[in-house]
C-alpha cells in the first residue's frame, strides 16, 4: 500500500476519535483555553456568536485532519510511515489535530516546542522508534498550564490505537 493511500486510510480511522473527544458544537464557545472553537475543534476565525452546519462540521473536520496529515507526512520520513500500522498513523494524525505542529516561543506541539526544540515524539518517529513515540502521548495532557482529565482520556485512547499494531 502506498503512503497516500495509507494517509488516507489514516484520516478515515481517525475521525471517529477526532468526533468523540472534541464533540460537535455547531454555536462557538471558548475552549478550556479560552479560544473560540466550533464544530469539532475549529479554531481557524471563529468569533463567538458564529453558528455552523453538521456539512460546515464535516468540511472542517476533514480539512482539519488533512492538514494534520500534511504535517505527518512533511516532519516523519516516508519509510517510517510506509512501515507503520494504519492505526498508528490515525492516532498521531488525531494527536496532530489537537495540539498542531507547535511553533517556536508560542506553543508546543507536534514538531516544534515553545522552547524551539523538535518534540520528543517527533525525534522518536523520525528515527523510525514507533514505540516510544507512542508512549509519548501520555504526557500531552495539560492545556493552559493544567492537566485536564479530557486530555487523559484521550491521549490514553490515542495511544491505546497507537500500540495495537505493536
Not at 473560540?36 to 453558528?51: M, Q
Not at 526544540?117 to 523520525?126: D, E, K, N, P
Amino acid at each position: 500500500m502506498g503512503i497516500k493511500s495509507r494517509i488516507a486510510l489514516a484520516i478515515v480511522a481517525a475521525t471517529p476519535v477526532v468526533a468523540h473527544y472534541e464533540g460537535r458544537n455547531l454555536l462557538a464557545y471558548l475552549d478550556p483555553v479560552g479560544i473560540p472553537t466550533i464544530c469539532e475543534g475549529w479554531t481557524y476565525g471563529v468569533r463567538l456568536g458564529d453558528v455552523a452546519t453538521d456539512a460546515e462540521c464535516d468540511q472542517k473536520t476533514l480539512l482539519a485532519l488533512q492538514a494534520a496529515a500534511d504535517v505527518f507526512e512533511r516532519w516523519v520520513p516516508a519509510k517510517v510511515i510506509a512501515g507503520m500500522d494504519t492505526k498508528s498513523i490515525a492516532a498521531f494524525l488525531s494527536f496532530i489535530y489537537n495540539v498542531g505542529p507547535g511553533k517556536t516561543g508560542v506553543k508546543d506541539g507536534f514538531v516544534w516546542l515553545k522552547n524551539g526544540r523538535q518534540s520528543t515524539m517527533l525525534l522518536h518517529l523520525q528515527g523510525g522508534r514507533i514505540q516510544p513515540a507512542c508512549a509519548q502521548l501520555s504526557y500531552w495532557v495539560s492545556a493552559g498550564g493544567r492537566k485536564l482529565r479530557g486530555l487523559e482520556r484521550r491521549r490514553a485512547a490515542e495511544r491505546e490505537l497507537c500500540e495495537v499494531a505493536l
